[in-house]
């Protein structure tokens, strides 16, 4: 067991009279007052319906709330479980909240749970973010089962997206995650994730990259290091992610510095592991997959396509530093196409990522700037993949983007061929 | 301790000199059948004169009282349950002199002696069912609850669910269906007659004429049907209680009255009335939830049993067991907890029967002696009277493949010998066979084996018994929770004036921590009562303790 300083006095005694359990769930909180006793009680009528037997314990790591959050997680409760259940719990049940000091980021909050899961000897360990609306008691059943009982270590989130969301992870993180690592995982920056007791043990020991993977990173470097790693990966269906966040939206440019960052990188740790990777497979699915109705998000697409166009003209320096001549000329040509006419086909965008990819390994310019670099590009998938799916149907949109991921995996040796190339 | 009131019965009051009239709340109850006891006539039933032999040896044990199962003569097909003569002994156990003699020797050694008043129904075979039956006009025909159609008072639940499919048996002798909420062979007396009343209390009388010094009555909830309702614990049962409880006040105020009622607290705090009805009842829901917190390893089973169950009055007393002569019932649990307790003490199905476990306490307790002294620590701590059933000082063992509940009432094991010192008989005559596997057979669990050493469950058993006498704290004082936040630890305070004990258990298997906050105890010294060694003198801080697997302390709280 590794022993952590960073774990408080006070935390270390809560957990001290926990004692050993079956089942930890991980809820960092930040001022998240509004939203967070729904979550708790889903959490607790979740483990209470489908766990009744097993230990469990909720950890909240909470990074200096300040609008009540952790004494109103500490107060949800069911008064009444049998109004809810038909059931009551047998055994107490234990809610750990304490203050971690540092930068208000995933990975300190990560690194308490793991700490728990492996003091506690936890078999199962599940994280959940705070400020869902639509977590659901089956979500703890989806998530927890595979790692408990079923023998995987890692456990993602297939989420049903609206329309048109979750356009960065399909158009870029799953097929590169996809064609590098040879794993078919949907979400591969999922927030609501399960690990078993022998990964959360791993993570904990092995946090000497979490520096370099601020935010949603966090869980970018859970999801591709337990695939390097060689631990059983599956996933689980959850439903809807409706979220209510307080903050304002990042804007599109640091969400993709982050994101994109976070990948080239976890490329960077895992090279040895994803270059010599030749099959693809499948990831076990679990769970019931609803079938619900939508409202679709809502695009500015002709502004992307603005953006992209001058975004291209502007950064055309920088673009010729990172990309080679014939894909830059082929993005320049589809740049200067009347809107309306514009595509940015799959192989050209797949090509864009790799070589992105690769001159992000080879530090090619400062590596922020390189990141900055691909937003407009982005822009530009965004608004040629609204155009040319706007009137299709879900499983039209679902065969292009199956198209679009058999292209990164065609590609696969140009990306490492460039990868491994001499930088000049 | 007060004096009694004069009384006109010179019996009662001669079982012990002085006596308090509230002796039953300091009471250590010893259950046992006398059959299964010990055989003085080599018949291969034990009988009164034998447990006439062997009364040292349950006051040497250290229990105050004896609670004697059925032994009114009976066809014996629900082991005695089944009376057909409520003033007489059954000839192979003895005879009313025997009787009165076991109840003089009994009284001499400061033992009381508690019978069983199974009043709900009687034997088909009793007299007044025979003469009931024979006609409509009977004189007695009222005596029992009949009807010409099986519909009445639908939707009662079935207790023994297993055997019987109605709570109605067609009668073909008088053409009418009889009630009977156990066996089809136990038609229910219909308490709705004064006269059924009146005959119930001349048997009452007659026993404690005789002096025995209390009545356990059998399945109260049931006495009366009303349509449209559970037909348990009516009010009219407790008009019922209330008269014959009256009538024992007014002749016998030294006897007392013990409530089997299998019934969520709350229900069986009406039979306590005002102090007007039994003087004690059992605590069903508590006793599964107490083998339940050892296996969760988590106090909260019982804890909320405990806080669920409402105060009492004064002159009442609760009556708290691990085992008895019957299944472990679990009808007072949740359906969960049902499985739970199935899954985790009866994975084999042999040993469930109707809603319940039918094993001995040893057995359940996988004959762990940490658990076992664990077990019978709490018993003896927690608030009530204790009733330990007959073997299990000992540890005895069971057989699930005997039938019923015989598994549990196998002949007592006084020594490794012949019959293990139960009988002169041949071994085939038993009334049951012996235990002989070689973890709780005979030859290795027995009386005999167990006085020789220091370090026996027996012995063990007698110094708990022993120091939980020392304080009356256990017996009648109040009860505080404390709550740390280790949840395998469950710990209490149990006060009387100005006796205060500190009990602390771990209900789990590995060593635990605890820190107590005892604060209002500021200064005082916690001296451990087994060993009688102070420990360290309580200040501000939480109190730290650590116990063993399954450990647990009693700290007498001095101030010096």
């Given at each position: 067991?590794?022993?952590?300083?960073?774990?408080?006095?006070?935390?270390?005694?809560?957990?001290?009279?926990?004692?050993?359990?079956?089942?930890?769930v991980?809820?960092?909180?930040?001022?998240?007052?509004?939203?967070?006793?729904?979550?708790?009680?889903?959490?607790?009528?979740?483990?209470?319906?489908?766990?009744?037997?097993?230990?469990?314990?909720?950890?909240?790591?909470?990074?200096?709330?300040?609008?009540?959050?952790?004494?109103?997680?500490?107060?949800?409760?069911?008064?009444?479980?049998?109004?809810?259940?038909?059931?009551?719990?047998?055994?107490?049940?234990?809610?750990?909240?304490?203050?971690?000091?540092?930068?208000?980021?995933?990975?300190?909050?990560?690194?308490?749970?793991?700490?728990?899961?492996?003091?506690?000897?936890?078999?199962?360990?599940?994280?959940?973010?705070?400020?869902?609306?639509?977590?659901?008691?089956?979500?703890?059943?989806?998530?927890?089962?595979?790692?408990?009982?079923?023998?995987?270590?890692?456990?993602?989130?297939?989420?049903?997206?609206?329309?048109?969301?979750?356009?960065?992870?399909?158009?870029?993180l799953?097929?590169?995650?996809?064609?590098?690592?040879?794993?078919?995982?949907?979400?591969?920056?999922?927030?609501?994730?399960?690990?078993?007791?022998?990964?959360?043990?791993?993570?904990?020991?092995?946090?000497?990259?979490?520096?370099?993977?601020?935010?949603?990173?966090?869980?970018?470097?859970?999801?591709?290091?337990?695939?390097?790693?060689?631990?059983?990966?599956?996933?689980?269906?959850?439903?809807?992610?409706?979220?209510?966040?307080?903050?304002?939206?990042?804007?599109?440019?640091?969400?993709?510095?982050?994101?994109?960052?976070?990948?080239?990188?976890?490329?960077?740790?895992?090279?040895?592991?994803?270059?010599?990777?030749?099959?693809?497979?499948q990831?076990?699915?679990?769970?019931?997959?609803?079938?619900?109705?939508?409202?679709?998000?809502?695009?500015?697409?002709?502004?992307?396509?603005?953006?992209?166009?001058?975004?291209?003209?502007?950064?055309?320096?920088?673009l010729?530093?990172?990309?080679?001549?014939?894909?830059?000329?082929?993005?320049?040509?589809?740049?200067?196409?009347?809107?309306?006419?514009?595509?940015?086909?799959?192989?050209?965008?797949?090509?864009?990522?790799?070589?992105?990819?690769a001159?992000?390994?080879?530090?090619?310019?400062?590596?922020?700037?390189?990141?900055?670099?691909?937003?407009?590009?982005?822009?530009?998938?965004?608004?040629?993949?609204?155009?040319?799916?706007?009137?299709?149907?879900?499983?039209?949109?679902?065969?292009?983007?199956?198209?679009?991921?058999?292209?990164?995996?065609?590609?696969?040796?140009?990306l490492?061929?460039?990868?491994?190339?001499?930088?000049? | 301790?007060?004096?009694?009131?004069?009384?006109?019965?010179?019996?009662s009051?001669?079982?012990v000199?002085?006596?308090?009239?509230?002796?039953?709340?300091?009471?250590?109850?010893?259950?046992?059948?006398?059959?299964?006891?010990?055989?003085?006539?080599?018949?291969g039933?034990?009988?009164?004169?034998?447990?006439?032999?062997?009364?040292?040896?349950?006051?040497?044990?250290?229990?105050?009282?004896?609670?004697?199962?059925?032994?009114?003569?009976?066809?014996?097909?629900?082991?005695?349950?089944?009376?057909?003569?409520?003033?007489?002994?059954?000839?192979?156990?003895?005879?009313?002199?025997?009787?009165?003699?076991?109840?003089?020797?009994?009284?001499?050694r400061?033992?009381?002696?508690?019978?069983?008043?199974?009043?709900?129904?009687?034997?088909?075979?009793?007299?007044?069912?025979?003469?009931?039956?024979?006609?409509?006009?009977?004189?007695?025909?009222?005596?029992?609850?009949?009807?010409?159609?099986?519909?009445?008072?639908?939707?009662?639940?079935?207790?023994?669910?297993?055997?019987?499919?109605?709570?109605?048996?067609?009668?073909?002798?008088?053409?009418?269906?009889?009630?009977?909420?156990?066996?089809?062979?136990?038609?229910?007396?219909?308490?709705?007659?004064?006269?059924?009343i009146?005959?119930?209390?001349?048997?009452?009388?007659?026993?404690?004429?005789?002096?025995?010094?209390?009545?356990?009555?059998?399945?109260?909830?049931?006495?009366?049907?009303?349509?449209?309702?559970?037909?348990?614990?009516?009010?009219?049962?407790?008009?019922?209680?209330?008269?014959?409880?009256?009538?024992?006040?007014?002749?016998?105020?030294?006897?007392?009255?013990?409530?089997?009622?299998?019934?969520?607290?709350?229900?069986?705090?009406?039979?306590f009335?005002?102090g007007?009805?039994?003087?004690?009842?059992?605590?069903?829901?508590?006793?599964?939830?107490?083998?339940?917190?050892?296996?969760l390893?988590?106090?909260?089973?019982?804890?909320?049993?405990?806080?669920?169950?409402?105060?009492?009055?004064?002159?009442?007393?609760?009556?708290?067991?691990?085992?008895?002569?019957?299944?472990?019932?679990?009808?007072m649990?949740?359906?969960?907890?049902?499985?739970?307790?199935?899954?985790?003490?009866?994975?084999?199905?042999?040993?469930?029967?109707?809603?319940?476990?039918?094993?001995?306490?040893?057995?359940?307790?996988?004959?762990?002696?940490?658990?076992?002294?664990?077990?019978?620590?709490?018993?003896?701590?927690?608030?009530?009277?204790?009733?330990?059933?007959?073997?299990?000082?000992?540890?005895?063992?069971?057989?699930?493949?005997?039938?019923?509940?015989?598994?549990?009432?196998?002949?007592?094991?006084?020594?490794?010998?012949?019959?293990?010192?139960?009988?002169?008989?041949?071994?085939?005559?038993l009334?049951?066979?012996?235990?002989?596997?070689?973890?709780?057979?005979?030859?290795?669990?027995?009386?005999?084996?167990?006085?020789?050493?220091?370090?026996?469950?027996?012995?063990?058993?007698?110094?708990?018994?022993?120091?939980?006498?020392?304080?009356?704290?256990?017996?009648?004082?109040?009860?505080?929770?404390l709550q740390?936040?280790?949840?395998?630890?469950?710990?209490?305070?149990?006060?009387?004036?100005?006796?205060?004990?500190?009990v602390?258990?771990?209900?789990?298997?590995?060593?635990?921590?605890?820190?107590?906050?005892?604060?209002?105890?500021?200064?005082?010294?916690?001296?451990?009562?087994?060993?009688?060694?102070?420990?360290?003198?309580?200040?501000?801080?939480?109190?730290?303790?650590?116990?063993?697997?399954?450990?647990?302390?009693?700290?007498?709280?001095?101030?010096?």
């Amino acid at each position: 067991m590794a022993e952590e300083s960073f774990l408080s006095d006070e935390f270390v005694s809560q957990l001290t009279a926990v004692g050993e359990v079956d089942i930890v769930v991980g809820l960092p909180t930040f001022n998240n007052r509004d939203t967070v006793q729904r979550v708790v009680n889903a959490i607790l009528v979740g483990l209470v319906k489908y766990y009744p037997r097993q230990r469990s314990v909720l950890i909240n790591p909470d990074a200096g709330s300040k609008d009540g959050t952790t004494e109103a997680v500490q107060a949800a409760s069911i008064p009444d479980f049998r109004a809810v259940l038909a059931a009551s719990p047998l055994r107490t049940m234990h809610v750990v909240s304490a203050r971690y000091s540092g930068v208000q980021g995933e990975s300190e909050a990560l690194r308490m749970v793991f700490a728990a899961a492996d003091l506690l000897g936890a078999k199962a360990c599940a994280l959940i973010s705070p400020d869902l609306e639509s977590i659901t008691p089956e979500w703890i059943d989806a998530l927890v089962q595979p790692a408990l009982k079923d023998g995987f270590d890692f456990v993602g989130p297939v989420y049903q997206r609206r329309r048109f969301d979750g356009l960065l992870v399909k158009n870029l993180l799953h097929p590169l995650i996809r064609a590098a690592y040879g794993y078919q995982i949907e979400e591969p920056v999922g927030r609501e994730v399960a690990l078993s007791g022998r990964l959360a043990s791993y993570f904990l020991g092995d946090q000497s990259h979490r520096e370099d993977f601020p935010g949603l990173g966090a869980f970018e470097w859970m999801t591709t290091a337990a695939m390097a790693g060689g631990y059983r990966v599956c996933q689980a269906f959850l439903g809807p992610r409706v979220t209510v966040s307080r903050r304002s939206a990042l804007d599109l440019n640091t969400t993709i510095t982050d994101v994109a960052g976070s990948l080239f990188r976890c490329l960077e740790l895992h090279q040895s592991y994803w270059i010599a990777r030749q099959k693809c497979e499948q990831v076990p699915t679990f769970g019931f997959q609803p079938v619900l109705d939508l409202d679709p998000v809502r695009i500015d697409r002709k502004r992307m396509f603005q953006m992209f166009s001058s975004g291209v003209d502007q950064l055309r320096a920088v673009l010729e530093q990172i990309l080679s001549p014939g894909t830059l000329e082929a993005i320049i040509a589809v740049a200067k196409l009347e809107e309306r006419q514009f595509r940015f086909p799959d192989d050209l965008w797949a090509k864009t990522v790799c070589e992105f990819a690769a001159s992000y390994h080879h530090s090619v310019i400062n590596r922020d700037h390189l990141l900055q670099a691909l937003t407009p590009l982005y822009r530009g998938r965004v608004s040629s993949f609204i155009l040319e799916n706007g009137r299709a149907g879900s499983d039209d949109v679902e065969r292009k983007l199956e198209s679009l991921r058999q292209e990164y995996e065609r590609l696969k040796p140009y990306l490492i061929e460039n990868w491994n190339r001499n930088v000049r | 301790m007060r004096t009694t009131s004069s009384s006109p019965n010179i019996a009662s009051e001669s079982a012990v000199p002085g006596a308090d009239p509230l002796w039953y709340k300091d009471a250590v109850i010893y259950e046992l059948h006398a059959r299964a006891f010990h055989d003085s006539n080599g018949d291969g039933i034990g009988d009164f004169p034998g447990l006439v032999q062997k009364l040292d040896y349950v006051q040497e044990l250290g229990v105050t009282t004896i609670w004697l199962l059925p032994f009114y003569p009976s066809p014996l097909r629900d082991d005695g349950y089944d009376i057909s003569d409520y003033t007489a002994i059954n000839p192979a156990y003895g005879t009313l002199e025997n009787f009165r003699e076991l109840l003089e020797q009994a009284h001499r050694r400061n033992l009381r002696v508690i019978t069983e008043l199974v009043i709900n129904h009687t034997s088909d075979q009793h007299p007044w069912f025979q003469e009931a039956r024979s006609s409509r006009d009977n004189p007695r025909r009222d005596w029992y609850v009949w009807s010409d159609t099986d519909d009445r008072y639908r939707g009662v639940r079935i207790i023994f669910k297993d055997t019987e499919l109605s709570n109605w048996a067609w009668d073909p002798i008088s053409k009418a269906y009889y009630w009977h909420r156990f066996f089809s062979h136990q038609p229910d007396l219909n308490f709705d007659n004064p006269a059924v009343i009146d005959e119930i209390w001349k048997v009452m009388q007659f026993w404690a004429d005789m002096g025995v010094d209390g009545f356990r009555v059998d399945a109260v909830p049931y006495l009366v049907e009303r349509e449209g309702t559970s037909c348990e614990n009516l009010p009219e049962t407790h008009e019922v209680v209330k008269v014959l409880r009256r009538r024992l006040n007014e002749k016998y105020p030294m006897i007392f009255l013990l409530a089997e009622a299998n019934q969520w607290p709350a229900d069986v705090r009406h039979y306590f009335g005002d102090g007007d009805e039994f003087q004690m009842a059992f605590h069903f829901p508590l006793m599964p939830r107490m083998f339940m917190a050892v296996k969760l390893e988590d106090r909260k089973p019982i804890m909320d049993i405990l806080q669920q169950t409402p105060d009492i009055p004064e002159t009442c007393q609760w009556g708290i067991f691990l085992r008895n002569h019957d299944e472990l019932t679990l009808e007072m649990v949740s359906d969960e907890e049902r499985d739970y307790m199935y899954d985790m003490y009866a994975f084999d199905a042999g040993a469930r029967l109707n809603l319940g476990i039918r094993r001995r306490l040893a057995p359940l307790m996988d004959g762990d002696r940490r658990r076992l002294e664990l077990m019978n620590g709490m018993l003896m701590s927690l608030p009530g009277s204790p009733v330990l059933y007959y073997g299990d000082e000992i540890g005895m063992g069971d057989n699930i493949f005997l039938g019923d509940r015989n598994g549990v009432r196998t002949p007592m094991q006084w020594s490794g010998g012949w019959n293990a010192g139960f009988s002169a008989a041949d071994p085939e005559r038993l009334y049951l066979p012996l235990l002989s596997n070689p973890v709780y057979g005979y030859q290795t669990v027995n009386v005999e084996a167990q006085r020789r050493t220091d370090h026996s469950l027996l012995s063990w058993m007698r110094k708990l018994i022993q120091v939980r006498k020392s304080s009356r704290a256990f017996s009648r004082g109040g009860i505080e929770f404390l709550q740390p936040r280790n949840h395998r630890v469950f710990a209490y305070i149990r006060t009387l004036g100005t006796d205060r004990v500190l009990v602390v258990n771990n209900l789990s298997r590995s060593a635990q921590p605890v820190e107590l906050d005892l604060r209002a105890f500021e200064g005082y010294i916690p001296v451990e009562m087994f060993g009688g060694n102070p420990f360290p003198r309580i200040g501000r801080l939480p109190y730290l303790l650590t116990l063993a697997p399954y450990g647990f302390y009693w700290f007498r709280m001095r101030r010096l």
